[in-house]
């Protein structure tokens, strides 16, 4: 009798015992997470992982010891996988989800974020005729602002002339320009911390 009297017992518990299991794992589910790489080439874009961010949340860059109110990036997320940009320069920072709580920023989550030196490959034809397309391929950082350009060798670093960005496409055509001479293509790095940066350069000569 008693033996009968356990195993009802037991039948009874077990579906109690499920649901009281269940519940931890439920509220893990709807737990604030934030993930991405710990590093990445200075000036990359950085693809981050988030879920169950409140409303009005925001993405930061900063150095570890700056205060929740400086970032050196600011990006609200529209979606579960943003993508926001590095800062140009080799160093270590951090990664930073906060929320603006009585007009003052408050960190939420974080996480540490190293960069490292970035480089920059260029191909492209020696010579070409004036006015003609110059195929180029160019790949890098591939920051959003990123520029593939051919100016003269002698050109400032933020000189303006034929251009492509290569986070949109790593291959294009220029046209050159209906001067002959020298000319140079340059990867330019233009990054938080690093603006108009020259990563590679290739001479090309305009007949």
């Known amino acids: 009798m008693k033996r ?28 604030l997470a934030l993930s991405a790489a710990r590093t ?3 000036g990359a874009p950085l693809s981050v992982f988030l879920s169950n961010a409140p ?20 990006v609200e997320p ?10 140009g320069a080799v160093g270590t920072y951090e990664l930073r989800l906060t929320v603006e709580k009585d007009g003052t920023p408050v960190i939420l989550l974080r996480e540490p974020l190293a960069t490292t030196e970035p480089s920059a ?8 005729g004036r006015g003609q397309g110059l195929p180029v391929r160019g790949i890098g950082p591939n920051g959003e ?10 050109a400032p670093a933020d000189a303006d002339g034929p251009r492509f960005f290569p986070a ?6 220029l046209e050159a320009p209906d001067q002959p001479g ?8 233009h990054a938080p911390l690093a603006e108009h940066r020259i990563l590679a350069r290739r001479p090309v000569k305009v007949e």
């Open 4 to 31: 009968r009297l356990l195993i009802a017992l037991a039948a009874l518990l077990l579906p109690a015992l499920a649901v009281a299991q269940t519940k931890p794992a439920q509220r893990r589910n709807d737990a």
């Open 145 to 154: 602002q990123d520029r593939v350009m051919l100016v003269k060798p002698d």
């Open 55 to 74: 409303q009005g949340a925001r993405l930061a860059i900063a150095r570890p010891d700056d205060p929740a109110s400086k970032a050196i990036v600011v």
């Open 168 to 173: 949109e496409n790593v291959e294009a055509t």
């Open 78 to 87: 529209k979606n579960a996988v943003p993508t926001l940009p590095t800062p």
């Open 121 to 128: 490959t260029l191909a492209a034809p020696e010579r070409v």
């Open 182 to 189: 020298l000319y140079e293509l340059r990867y330019v790095l």
């Open 40 to 42: 990445i080439v200075a």
